[in-house]
């Protein structure tokens, strides 16, 4: 089964409710929210109060990017605001901290993720697999929407495909990054499970057909 998550970040918030509802009557599977302190990257989003002011308003799976430093902080505080999922970046923190923060997210009752980003090597997902729920491979360097999609991640992809089922299969197999249908056709082939899309989804004149053309290559097999 191929999951599109669709990220807010290239939504309108002026109109976030009708951005969040969009997301749902289109078909898509969660919602994607980036959240960026300005020092892990160049780039601020949004924190604590969207998160639960989306809560209120959603029951959607609410899959929470966090590209901020020293996550084992915030990890407990995301979740109490109403993520389902919490993602943490393997290069944000020493790995005793990263460690801590997958426990802490696990101890509230949530799925916890692991991210790399393009410059960090399969290999040490090996490491925390058997404890995560989720594998995030960065197919742009975080930070901004509406980049294009680096082929040479997709080694990467299957690299880690590779990992999850002998090590533990489950765990979910995310891609983030340029994703459109001709680099969801790609990522899918290597591997990956769960595709975010955000330019392509919020610039799509009809968001029902922008989520079926991302799971159009997974159909029928
Ligand atoms: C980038 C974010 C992405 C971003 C993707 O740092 O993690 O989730 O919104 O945007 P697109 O799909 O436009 O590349
Ligand atoms: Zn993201």
Not at 117 to 142: Q, R
Request: some cysteine; aromatic content about 6%.
């Amino acid at each position: 089964m191929i999951r599109v998550a669709p990220s807010i970040l290239s939504a309108d918030f002026t109109v976030l409710g009708q951005e969040i509802k969009s997301i749902t009557d289109a078909g898509g599977d969660w919602i994607h929210f980036d959240v960026m302190d300005g020092v892990f990257v160049p780039n601020i989003s949004i924190g604590i109060p969207v998160l639960e002011s989306v809560r209120r308003i959603t029951g959607c799976f609410i899959d929470v990017h966090l590209m901020i430093v020293e996550p084992q902080k915030l990890a407990a505080a995301f979740c109490r605001a109403g993520a389902d999922l919490v993602t943490v970046h393997y290069e944000a923190a020493e790995e005793e901290n990263i460690l801590a923060a997958i426990e802490t997210i696990h101890s509230c009752g949530k799925k916890a993720g692991l991210s790399i980003k393009p410059g960090t090597p399969a290999e040490i997902v090996h490491k925390f697999l058997p404890m995560v729920d989720l594998v995030l491979v960065m197919t742009v360097e975080p930070g901004f929407g509406g980049q294009g999609f680096m082929h040479d991640m997709l080694p990467k992809i299957q690299q880690v495909r590779k990992m999850i089922e002998e090590f533990h299969p489950g765990c979910l197999l995310e891609v983030d990054g340029g994703i459109n249908p001709e680099t969801a056709e790609l990522v899918i082939r290597h591997g990956a499970d769960t595709l975010v899309a955000g330019s392509y989804f919020f610039k799509a004149k009809d968001r029902k057909g922008a989520v079926e053309a991302l799971k159009i290559p997974f159909k029928g097999e």
